[in-house]
């Protein structure tokens, strides 16, 4: 007889059955590989460093696997080569939904540069209502074999570039479409030497809009970066956040004490969108054990869990809950937190949020949570 403490424990199946909630996710770095080979060959982009569909995965992972982030965002120039016409783009979007219903994701805001799919002539409206198109389509393709989704836009500035108001503006124009649209900002690129206060006009406009905006922060920079992007930026979540940890001390007697940048982002609850796998490959951790989200969940801090690149990283959803069920022990409770977490975070209305809790999130636990019951 299976008892409820060893029940509590999710199986792969269970935590793919899961309701989970995903914050943090590029389109550009979430291709099929099979969809990247079939839109080279269309447009003849010729420089993918393999044709064959399963090697290109290898290639992107081990790309990836360099302990830089600088050198783990040049793998991007292959998936955003591929991203230059509406049909490449809706096509992307579509597959993007498709594949995040299919491993149990609910909700999902899945965020991409504007900016880089240009190339091909597309104005930065068309580039924004091809995805929103191919994200429609994929969350009804998603109903039609049985998931249920919704994936809401974040419009991301290059933090190197010089275009963030306009990407801002950009995303305030695209705000409260009926049947979802962008539901907020982001900035994203390599983090040193370009600090978020770089666009602080974009944050201020957005301000003024009552917008909604994340900053990539605390990823291969450290509390600095993390204390421009709150106190001077404004940002409403923490894209990673990793690097909070710098400013928590933990003694040897197991007693913890916050610093006031640490314990005003847990006081205030500013969302931590965590990444693990990414965070492995980038060198902002050394393993799931030691990646500083065991602390960041034991200490109450609103941490969530996400993808950042499934491509790049081989993940998923569920392989990221995987590794860390297997690193600490994580039950379907923790499961639920972590989801709970981001639903709370999310840019959707309040009142929108609440019911994807109460109503999708919480019974998809307890009905996984009451299977031990009936075997
Ligand atoms: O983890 C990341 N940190 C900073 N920038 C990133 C990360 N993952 C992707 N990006 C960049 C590369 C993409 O082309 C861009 C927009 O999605 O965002
Ligand atoms: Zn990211």
Same mark, same amino acid.
Request: charged share 25%; proline share 4%; glycine share 8%.
């Given at each position: ?16 059955? +899961? ?78 939904? #498709? ?18 799919? !240009? ?5 930065? #409206? ?25 994936? %809401? ?17 950009? +995303? ?27 666009? !602080? ?16 922060? %605390? #990823? ?9 992007? !709150? ?22 007697? %197991? ?16 969302? !931590? ?15 799931? +054990?030691?990646?500083?989200? %065991? ?71 307890? #009905? ?8």
């Amino acid at each position: 007889m299976t008892s409820q403490s060893t029940a509590n424990i999710p199986t792969p199946d269970q935590i793919r059955r +899961a309701p989970k909630v995903l914050l943090h996710d590029h389109l550009d770095g979430g291709l099929r590989p099979g969809t990247i080979v079939d839109i080279a060959r269309e447009t003849g982009y010729d420089r993918l460093p393999e044709s064959d569909p399963d090697k290109l995965g290898l290639w992107f992972r081990e790309a990836a696997d360099s302990g830089s982030l600088e050198r783990y965002l040049e793998t991007f120039s292959h998936t955003v080569a591929v991203m230059q016409t509406r049909d490449a783009l809706v096509r992307v979007a579509r597959e993007c939904a #498709e594949d995040l219903a299919e491993d149990g994701v609910v909700y999902a805001e899945v965020r991409y540069a504007p900016e880089q799919h !240009l190339e091909g002539g597309l104005s930065l #409206e068309e580039v924004v209502e091809a995805v929103n198109e191919g994200f429609r389509e994929g969350e009804q393709l998603a109903r039609e074999s049985g998931h249920r989704i919704r994936v %809401g836009a974040l419009l991301t500035a290059m933090r190197h570039a010089a275009r963030a108001l306009e990407i801002a503006e950009l +995303a305030n124009r695209y705000r409260d479409l009926p049947g979802g649209g962008v539901v907020g900002f982001d900035i994203a690129g390599a983090e040193a030497g370009f600090p978020p206060t770089r666009h !602080l006009d974009a944050f201020e406009y957005l301000k003024r809009e009552n917008n909604h905006f994340t900053i990539h922060a %605390g #990823e291969a920079f450290g509390l600095p970066s993390i204390w421009q992007a !709150l106190q001077w930026c404004g940002a409403d979540r923490l894209g990673h956040g990793v690097r909070i940890i710098d400013d928590i001390e933990v003694a040897d007697d %197991g007693s913890v004490r916050l610093g006031r940048l640490a314990a005003y982002v847990r006081d205030k609850r500013i969302p !931590l969108e965590l990444c693990p796998s990414s965070n492995l490959q980038t060198g902002a951790a050394a393993s799931y +054990a030691e990646h500083p989200i %065991g602390l960041l969940r034991r200490l109450h801090f609103r941490a969530t869990v996400n993808t950042d690149n499934r491509l790049m990283s081989g993940t998923s959803m569920s392989r990221e809950f995987e590794h860390l069920v297997d690193a600490f022990g994580y039950t379907l409770d923790d499961m639920q937190w972590f989801s709970v977490n981001a639903m709370k975070s999310a840019f959707i209305p309040f009142d929108e949020r609440l019911a994807m809790i109460n109503d999708v999130v919480k019974p998809g636990y307890a #009905e996984l949570k009451s299977e031990w019951l009936f075997q």
